[in-house]
């Protein structure tokens, strides 16, 4: 029986191998494409790289040692088509696989040099922390692309790289802050083929050679040093690396003027050298800017006097000057950028009104004026932008009429317009007019501190495409909020600091299922649902200070495992805590539940670290809870904690940093206060006003 199943298969595995080579023959005019077996030897290094890697979610599984497992076939693996042996390797995690910590790390075994072949390695986005490149990449000499980008090796990078005179690629860049770094760039000298150079957080404070060697490097196409720890940048008269398109040093300590020869670079597309302290004006430069389409400038200290005429030049698609010196009226010569998608003058010091020609660039999908002091009111003109996606207008002193002519910006979906004077009448009329663009409309609006009064309109309910609507600190006022129940696709809701009241049921939130931030602060509601209510949603952050929340604690709490934001202060509860909540509370990083009448004791503080904590104003009692994490900043006053301080000062095992701030005034607690203050370092605020039973010293 089994003996005639094996011959069976066997027949049909030759035929089927029939087909294959008569199909391929077919259609492939002579030329078998049998795929290839990978080389044994091949296999075997692969199997030895595999045995020292640390691989949590078993991710490369096809890799198994059994005879006829063709490794040309395993995850990641790519062969040549025609001599079978390896080329490529990809072993990349995702930032996503964070979550579920499958990142490789581990080892990385010799054995890769038996891969003769292999030209494309990339190990990146992967967690070899505490160990340093292996210099043996050094001998790798195949090798066109390596990406060790954001996979944590540590320590110097063997300077030996500069031998892959053949790499085309190489990204060497960490995320969380230089862990590498090296005693020069001479080496880079050595790659002479290299097109894009990634060194973003590596500690390049010894290499003062960094722009000469660079400017060496006659092939590059894209260099990337964010952070890099380097303090000088010096003048070049004449810049070799122009073939360069892509120019990034964001973040690098420079304080001095904006250097010209960033300018001269013929083919630069991309120039990023934002949060480097470039002081003074920006350079006047003579010869003509012909392939620059994205310039970032932000957050440095340049001002616009004199005027640069380069800057204001119609091919740029994007330009930033956000959170610069700039002040008085916009350049009129923007009006010439008539190809701009993306503007950005946040954060300046504009007080001009918005000038009318300014809408006229209708090409803009972002337009960023925040946080300047544009005065007057907004023009209907603005209607015209119908390219617009982003429109901040935020933190000005603009006032009048929010034109109603926003309803033709149908690509619109971010609005803000929040922290302005607006006069308001009918606030009905412009959720009207924000509506109009039907399902796929707004998806972010707020009008946060925009002195609006009057009922929340009914019309609100038609932004049926919003996801985040904020309208906080404003005069709406009455019982009536059902209407933003309709809004299906919330997630972030804020209505905080308005004069609303009224009950707030269940049903109000039976279709708000994505909501993760609500924020209703400040307003004089009554929370009204049964005991065993089980909420649509889960929360991530919830502040209902002065609601009527209480007497009871709020049970359907227990439901919300990923709150990292809780504030309850001043809700009327009067109960103990449930010893469930500090099952809930690891995550969080803030937890406000002063001013209530929550009384019994509490043995612990769970809590994540770093967090600020207030049990403030309460009536709690026994002895003061222990505090197994650090936190920022912690207030146990105007409680009935009593009995001894001891335990609470000196039973401190955790090697973190114990709070900042500590406030326990106005409590019943007594003994000495013990010399425990090893553990206390980082105390810089301590209050024990009115502690009035601990005896001094
Ligand atoms: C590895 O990187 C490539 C692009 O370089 C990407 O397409 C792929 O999704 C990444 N693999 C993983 C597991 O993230
Ligand atoms: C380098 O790798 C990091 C992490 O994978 C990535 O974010 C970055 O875009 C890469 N740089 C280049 C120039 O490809
Ligand atoms: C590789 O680089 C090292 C250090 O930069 C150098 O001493 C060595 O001679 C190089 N080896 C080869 C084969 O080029
Ligand atoms: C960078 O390296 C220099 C010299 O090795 C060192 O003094 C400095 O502290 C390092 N910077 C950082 C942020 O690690
Ligand atoms: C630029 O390249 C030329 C020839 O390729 C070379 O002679 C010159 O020294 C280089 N200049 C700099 C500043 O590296
Ligand atoms: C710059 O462009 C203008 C007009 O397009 C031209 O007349 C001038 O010669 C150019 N200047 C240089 C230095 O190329
Ligand atoms: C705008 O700012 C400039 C410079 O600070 C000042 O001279 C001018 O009076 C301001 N204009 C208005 C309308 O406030
Ligand atoms: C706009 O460009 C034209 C032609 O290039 C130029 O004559 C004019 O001066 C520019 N306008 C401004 C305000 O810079
Ligand atoms: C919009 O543009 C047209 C022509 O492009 C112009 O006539 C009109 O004044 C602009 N403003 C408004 C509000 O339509
Ligand atoms: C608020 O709006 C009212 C009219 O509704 C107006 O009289 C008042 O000046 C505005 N207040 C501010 C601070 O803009
Ligand atoms: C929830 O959605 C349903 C179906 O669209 C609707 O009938 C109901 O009125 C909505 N509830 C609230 C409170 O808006
Ligand atoms: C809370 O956690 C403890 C252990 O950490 C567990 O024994 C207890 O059952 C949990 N309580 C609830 C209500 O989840």
């Not at 860049?173 to 150079?197: A, C, F, M, R």
């Not at 300014?358 to 023009?379: D, K, P, T, V, W």
Request: aromatic residues 10%.
């Amino acid at each position: 029986m089994e003996r005639s199943m094996r011959v069976v298969l066997l027949l049909i595995r030759f035929l089927a191998a029939i087909a294959t080579i008569t199909f391929s023959f077919g259609l492939c005019n002579g030329n078998p494409d049998w795929p290839p077996l990978c080389k044994d030897s091949e296999r075997q290094a692969l199997l030895m790289f595999k045995q020292d890697l640390k691989d949590p979610a078993n991710r490369p599984s096809s890799w198994v040692a059994e005879e006829d497992s063709d490794c040309c076939s395993w995850t990641g693996v790519v062969c040549d088509h025609i001599t079978g042996h390896i080329h490529e390797l990809h072993l990349n995690s995702s930032n996503s696989d964070w979550y579920i910590n499958s990142f490789f790390g581990g080892k990385i075994n010799p054995s890769l040099l038996s891969l003769k072949h292999l030209n494309y390695l990339d190990l990146s986005n992967n967690d070899f922390s505490t160990t340093q490149i292996p210099s043996f990449f050094g001998y790798m000499t195949s090798l066109t692309h390596l990406n060790l980008g954001t996979s944590e090796f540590d320590g110097i990078i063997p300077h030996n790289l500069g031998n892959l005179s053949s790499l085309r690629y190489l990204n060497l860049s960490s995320l969380y802050g230089p862990s590498l770094k090296v005693e020069n760039l001479q080496w880079i000298s050595g790659l002479s083929l290299l097109k894009h150079l990634d060194l973003s957080y590596v500690n390049l404070s010894k290499a003062s050679d960094w722009l000469q060697v660079t400017n060496m490097l006659p092939s590059l196409v894209e260099l990337i040093m964010l952070d890099c720890q380097l303090d000088q940048v010096a003048p070049l008269p004449t810049p070799n690396f122009t073939s360069l398109v892509v120019l990034d040093l964001s973040r690098t300590s420079f304080y001095s003027l904006m250097p010209r020869w960033v300018f001269s670079l013929k083919n630069l597309v991309s120039l990023h050298i934002s949060d480097c302290g470039f002081q003074g004006p920006i350079p006047s430069i003579s010869q003509n800017i012909t392939s620059l389409r994205e310039i970032d400038l932000s957050f440095n200290y340049i001002s616009l006097d004199p005027i640069p005429k380069w800057l204001f030049n119609q091919k740029f698609l994007k330009l930033s000057l956000e959170q610069n010196q700039l002040i008085g009226q916009l350049p009129s010569s923007i009006q010439n950028m008539t190809g701009l998608t993306t503007l950005n003058l946040g954060g300046n010091k504009f007080n001009s009104t918005i000038p009318e020609w300014l809408y006229n660039l209708n090409n803009l999908e972002s337009l960023i004026l925040s946080s300047n002091a544009f005065r007057g009111e907004i023009s209907s003109s603005i209607g015209n932008m119908t390219s617009l996606v982003n429109l901040h207008l935020d933190n000005n002193l603009l006032e009048g009429k929010i034109p109603n002519s926003l309803e033709h910006l149908c690509k619109l979906k971010v609005l803000d317009l929040s922290e302005n004077h607006f006069t308001v009448r009918r606030p009905s009329e412009m959720f009207e007019s924000l509506s109009r663009c039907g399902p796929h409309g707004i998806k972010s609006l707020s009008l946060r501190y925009t002195n609006i009064s009057g009922p929340i309109p009914m019309s609100l309910g038609n932004l049926s495409s919003i996801e985040k609507l904020d309208i906080s600190v404003n005069q709406f006022d009455g019982t009536f909020i059902e209407v933003i129940g309709q809004l299906k696709m919330l997630t972030d809701l804020d209505i905080s600091y308005n004069s609303l009241e009224g009950a707030v049921s269940e049903a109000f939130f039976s279709n708000l299922t994505k909501l993760k931030h609500f924020i209703a602060n400040g307003n004089s509601f009554t929370w009204k649902t049964s005991r065993d209510w089980l909420p649509p949603f889960q929360l991530e952050s919830l502040q209902l200070d002065s609601w009527h929340l209480g007497p009871e604690w709020p049970m359907w709490l227990q439901t919300q495992t990923q709150l990292t934001y809780l504030s309850l202060s001043g809700t009327g509860i009067s109960s103990t805590i449930p010893t469930w909540f500090w099952n809930l509370t690891s995550q969080v990083k803030y937890l406000n539940l002063s001013y209530n009448q929550l009384y019994g004791e509490i043995q612990n503080i769970f809590v994540a670290q770093y967090s600020l904590v207030d049990l403030s104003s309460n009536r709690f009692t026994g002895a003061l809870p222990i505090v197994p994490t650090s936190l920022w900043w912690l207030d146990l006053s105007n409680s009935s904690f009593f009995g001894s301080v001891f335990h609470f000062f000196c039973d401190r095992t955790d090697e973190l940093k114990p709070p900042y701030v500590l406030d326990l005034g106005n409590n019943l607690l007594s003994g000495k206060i013990p010399d425990c203050w090893m553990n206390w370092q980082e105390l810089e605020v301590l209050n024990l006003d009115k502690v009035l039973k601990i005896a001094r010293r």
